[in-house]
């Protein structure tokens, strides 16, 4: 299993930018797909970005062209730099994990979980 804690989470007006951070331990980062997710209240958890390796990236068309995935596997960390922030992307996001190089969208193919960091966007 593989322990994940995410960071960077805050309240931002509308445009603004935030980098959230996950880092992980127990295994070796590099062997999972890394990915991002978001729940807003009263909403299912959703896709939101996912990486392999800085050339196998996947992004919710919601987000595409705002936020960037990043890793850096020698420091066990995952990034997720979000710009031109909406009030529809605020939720609380969660940082997961899953063994090898598939980059899947639903959260069920996820098997390792952070404890979330709240995003809110005011307008």
């Known amino acids: 299993q593989v322990q994940l804690v995410e960071s960077g989470g805050g309240l931002v007006q509308a445009g603004d930018s935030l980098r959230l951070s996950c880092a992980a331990s127990?295994?070796?980062?590099?062997?999972?797909?890394m990915g991002w997710f978001r729940q807003a209240p009263g909403k299912d958890r959703q896709f939101v970005a996912a990486?392999?390796?800085?050339?196998?990236?996947r992004y919710a068309d919601s987000v595409k062209g705002r936020f960037n995935i990043s890793r850096d596997n020698a420091e066990n960390t995952v990034y997720l730099q979000m710009n031109s922030l909406k009030p529809e992307d605020t939720a609380v996001y969660f940082c997961?994990?899953?063994?090898?190089?598939?980059?899947?969208?639903?959260?069920?193919?996820?098997?390792?979980w952070g404890q979330g960091t709240q995003v809110t966007v005011s307008s």
């Open positions: 997961a994990a899953r063994y090898g190089p598939l980059l899947v969208t639903p959260p069920s193919e996820y098997h390792s």
């Open positions: 127990g295994r070796t980062l590099s062997l999972y797909t």
């Open positions: 990486i392999w390796n800085r050339d196998a990236t």
